[in-house]
């Protein structure tokens, strides 16, 4: 049996066949032509070029309706790329100078392009390198003249579950696949940010990126074990090991129907302390997943979602429509929406500066009140969505109160420009900021008096508390959610929250930890918000809590800056 891992971006098991998608980039033939057949080879490129653009172009105008709703501006990228005078002129260059085939050309070119980005220091950028190489592979197999993905998914199969396994697997390619159901993804390509991830997370399938070299390994037909939860993948495992994980996946899926089954049970500890569970969201249609795990509201829309992995800002409008269908779908739930929290690890395509220290730099609100246009934008589409229901709007990374007052101030302007326009929006909309600087909660109080609700992001303030890059795999075991500071800083935000009568919830990482919820209760918070999936699995650890018992073993265990052991909170 073959064993591999890559990171598991979408939790749950699969057992099923193989079914291995085509790489024609690790397929053509590379030779080179005479020098009288160079117009006619350049001429072939240019031909399939534009072919597999304008399929493209195609599939955007015929999305279907259910698609994911990234989609079209993941398959808008890839036809511009193919757009690109270096990919199409310098490939020709190279069949002119070097006498390459096109396919030689074509895959030389994309690999100079694909390199320039690989080594970009910002992670997001860096996975664009997967879009040229997806682009290529589509061109390719259009010289191939062959355009089948899977052989064995045209030739139907014998309703055994199949696992895809590819190198990559593009935003096109997705779309095809989506059509069929799949047990599984797995790729050696990708990252958190892939769009496989992206897309597969819409689809709630297993998948597991960056394997590595699953594709030169696997056959069809190979059977495989996929464990979405630690990311392996186990290749013609032995019987017993086989028995082992078809136990685990209806393990797996009876503990899912159970916890199902508390979608409509209230979030109560033992000794009747109401808890609110939101859900964090990052596209507009995940609200409906909100839904589906009985969310409270939303707690976080991360909004930066809308404006990554483009090449022009969204519109007021197309802001507005996206905000307002979460506040109709969460039907008088509130929703609250962060403004653009770009830089750091989340970038815009096209800002290409880097600051010294990006995580430290021009990030998040401080981007905004930088650029007042954009941030004028996006109030006026909040405030117009907020005309439909209870949107709440969050402000990440403030420092200090005069960042408090100029975000009043540009709220103001954007709704009297508003009412210039004659353009219906809420006149009083709740403002609230993110508690994820070490300053703000040290100094909370005037923050508690200036705005209507706190939300603590922990994944940032364990980042700048305890000075460890929270993207840095060098220093992933120092990243400490459970040191005593960071739990203070907690402490003093909610007490003070509590004292001066405003609503504080968590919606950093930690709130969707169900390891950690009754340690928050014991700190006590009374509003978490999480990723769908983990809603539940929070619930129940609230139901069995309770809540003024673990209040005073988390304080008497902070007075002395003692790390708490979570095994000591249970029962
Ligand atoms: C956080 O910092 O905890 C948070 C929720 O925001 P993000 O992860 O988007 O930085
Ligand atoms: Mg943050």
Not at 123 to 145: C, F, H, N, T
Not at 506 to 525: H, I, N, P, Q
Request: hydrophobic fraction near 45%.
């Amino acid at each position: 049996m073959i064993c591999m891992r890559g990171q598991g971006v979408v939790k749950g098991y699969a057992i099923g066949r193989a079914a291995v998608m085509s790489a024609a980039a690790l397929e053509v033939a590379h030779y080179r032509i005479q020098p009288e057949d160079v117009a006619g080879e350049c001429e072939r490129l240019t031909t399939a070029l534009a072919h597999a653009r304008d399929d493209l172009q195609n599939m955007v105008r015929n999305l279907p309706a259910d698609a994911p709703r990234e989609m079209a501006a993941l398959l808008t990228v890839h036809s511009l790329l193919l757009d690109d005078p270096m990919l199409a002129q310098q490939a020709c260059d190279l069949i002119a100078e070097r006498h390459y085939n096109a396919e030689w050309a074509l895959t030389t070119q994309g690999q100079v392009l694909a390199e320039q980005f690989a080594v970009m220091d910002d992670e997001y950028l860096r996975e664009r390198a997967a879009d040229i190489r997806q682009v290529i592979e589509r061109v390719l197999r259009v010289l191939s003249g062959s355009t089948a993905l899977l052989p064995q998914l045209e030739a139907g199969h014998d309703g055994e579950p199949l696992i895809v396994v590819a190198r990559d697997i593009s935003p096109a390619d997705m779309l095809r696949l989506r059509g069929a159901r799949f047990a599984a993804f797995l790729t050696d390509l990708g990252g958190a940010t892939s769009h496989t991830a992206i897309v597969a997370r819409s689809m709630n399938v297993p998948a597991i990126v960056g394997i590595g070299n699953i594709r030169g390994l696997v056959r069809d037909g190979d059977m495989l074990i996929v464990d979405g939860m630690t990311g392996s993948v186990m290749v013609n495992p032995p019987d017993f090991i086989l028995q082992e994980y078809i136990r685990r996946q209806s393990a797996y899926a009876d503990a899912r129907a159970e916890l199902g089954l508390l979608r409509d049970a209230e979030a109560v500890t033992l000794d009747g302390m109401a808890v609110k569970l939101e859900a964090n969201i990052e596209l507009p249609e995940e609200a409906e997943a909100a839904i589906q795990a009985g969310a409270d509201g939303i707690g976080l829309f991360r909004s930066e979602f809308l404006f990554m992995g483009r090449q022009s800002l969204p519109t007021e409008e197309e802001q507005y429509q996206a905000y307002a269908s979460v506040v109709k779908t969460m039907k008088g739930r509130p929703v609250t929406i962060r403004t653009l929290d770009i830089g750091a690890d989340k970038t815009l395509d096209g800002d290409l500066a880097v600051a010294t220290n990006p995580a430290l730099g021009l990030r998040a609100i401080r981007y905004c009140l930088a650029n007042p246009e954009i941030f004028a934008t996006q109030l006026r589409a909040l405030l117009r969505a907020a005309a439909h229901g209870p949107l709440r709007i969050l402000i990440p990374m403030i420092s200090n109160m005069e960042e408090v007052r100029a975000v009043k101030q540009a709220v103001a302007a954007a709704a009297r420009e508003l009412d210039v326009r004659k353009v219906p929006h809420a006149s009083d909309v709740a403002l609230g900021a993110m508690v994820e600087i070490p300053a703000m909660a040290i100094a909370i109080e005037p923050f508690v008096d200036a705005l209507d609700f706190l939300s603590i992001g922990t994944n940032d303030l364990i980042q700048y508390t305890l000075a460890i890059d929270r993207g840095d795999s060098e220093v992933a075991e120092l990243y400490d959610p459970m040191h005593p500071a960071v739990l203070r800083l907690i402490a003093h935000t909610i007490n003070a929250a509590d004292r001066g009568g405003i609503p504080v919830a968590v919606c950093g990482e930690m709130a969707g930890d169900a390891s950690m919820t009754r340690m928050l209760l014991g700190l006590g918070l009374k509003e978490f918000s999480m990723h769908p999936q983990q809603l539940l699995d929070v619930k129940k650890e609230v139901r069995l809590a309770h809540s003024n018992a673990l209040r005073v073993k988390v304080a008497s265990a902070l007075n002395r800056a003692e790390r708490i052991d979570l095994a000591s909170l249970q029962g």
